[in-house]
């Protein structure tokens, strides 16, 4: 059976530190309000080129905001 990585994202932790809201992170980026609220889930994956614009606004490295989380059984 195959182990599955999912992303987890920070972006509302991060938001939250640079006192943003997320329509403060859709004018910032100008990105739509459709994609923008797809990025409130929290294991949503974006695009390379999404994750650079946020990443952007944020002035962060686009690690910071999303990462991978592998499953309990393949940790060491």
Known sequence: MRSHVRIVSRLPLLLRRHDLSWNDLA??????????????RPHH???????????AALDVPVESIWQLEEPPSCRR
Do not use: D, F, I, K
Not at 27 to 40: F, I, K, M, S
Not at 45 to 55: K, S
């Open 45 to 55: 994956n974006p695009r390379l080129a999404v994750a650079q614009r946020v990443a």
């Open 27 to 40: 004018r910032r980026t100008l990105l739509p309000p459709g994609l923008v609220a797809r990025l409130r």
